[in-house]
Antibody
Framework: EVQLVESGGQLVQPGGSLRLSCVAS????????MHWVRQSPGKGLEWVSR????????MYADSVEGRFSISRDNAKDTLYLQMDSVRGEDTAVYYC???????????????WGQGTLVTVSS | SSALTQDPAVSVALGQTVRITCQGD??????VSWYQQRPGQAPKLVIY???KRPSGIPDRFSGSNSGNTASLTITGAQAEDEADYYC???????????FGTGTKVAVL
């Protein structure tokens, strides 16, 4: 069974830093691209970032570009999101998501963690 | 990134059919997937590659994508289908990923 377990969410002051982790199990982690998706309280889903299988390719939403950094440790089956210079609008539940794609680069998000809550407030 | 637009809310009588739409220019080029989110839960994939159902998803869920509009149809809606539904695809540049604005489905 595929499992994604996020951790690291907590209360952080504006301008501060935080690192989220996601431990994967039940599948070969190094075979899959991974993403972070967030959801602010009472709002919709927002894609944040993605990383390819070996970590050599990353991409970010404009709203977090230059402040957040995605990485992975395939030996530890773990995905990370380093969040720097956080702002109030970064308050959200952050989901770790597995990406499945076919040979034509069509993709979909087939597995989601339960999420970890980040609250940015003074 | 370009947006994907959905109606904020729709309602359907128990056992009837409801169609949820998702509009965006990128849908002319890229495939779409759909996610169901029940209150307090993580999103769950219900349709991928425009019209494919993952194993375990009831066949009352179906999808289509034509022109700039994708649709998710629930035929014979059940009480457990009451949830928020989001579409997802690439943006117009093809480099980023974008979710629709979400549709709240109420089953009456």
């Amino acid at each position: 069974e595929v499992q994604l377990v996020e951790s690291g969410g907590q209360l952080v002051q504006p301008g501060g830093s935080l690192r989220l982790s996601c431990v994967a199990s039940g599948f070969i982690f190094s075979d899959y691209w991974m993403h972070w998706v967030r959801q602010s309280p009472g709002k919709g889903l927002e894609w944040v970032s993605r990383i390819n299988t070996d970590g050599s390719g990353t991409m970010y939403a404009d709203s977090v570009e230059g402040r957040f950094s995605i990485s992975r440790d395939n030996a530890k089956d773990t995905l990370y999101l380093q969040m720097d210079s956080v702002r109030g609008e970064d308050t959200a539940v952050y989901y770790c998501v597995r990406d499945v794609r076919d040979t034509y680069s069509n993709y979909w998000f087939d597995s989601w963690g339960q999420g970890t809550l980040v609250t940015v407030s003074s | 990134s370009s947006a994907l637009t959905q109606d904020p809310a729709v309602s359907v009588a128990l056992g009837q059919t409801v169609r949820i739409t998702c509009q965006g220019d990128s849908l002319r080029v890229y495939s779409v997937s759909w996610y169901q989110q029940r209150p307090g839960q993580a999103p769950k994939l219900v349709i991928y590659y425009n019209n494919k159902r993952p194993s375990g998803i009831p066949d009352r869920f179906s999808g289509s994508n034509s022109g700039n509009t994708a649709s998710l149809t629930i035929t014979g809606a059940q009480a457990e289908d009451e949830a928020d539904y989001y579409c997802n695809s690439r943006d117009s540049s093809g480099k980023q990923y974008v979710f629709g604005t979400g549709t709240k489905v109420a089953v009456l």
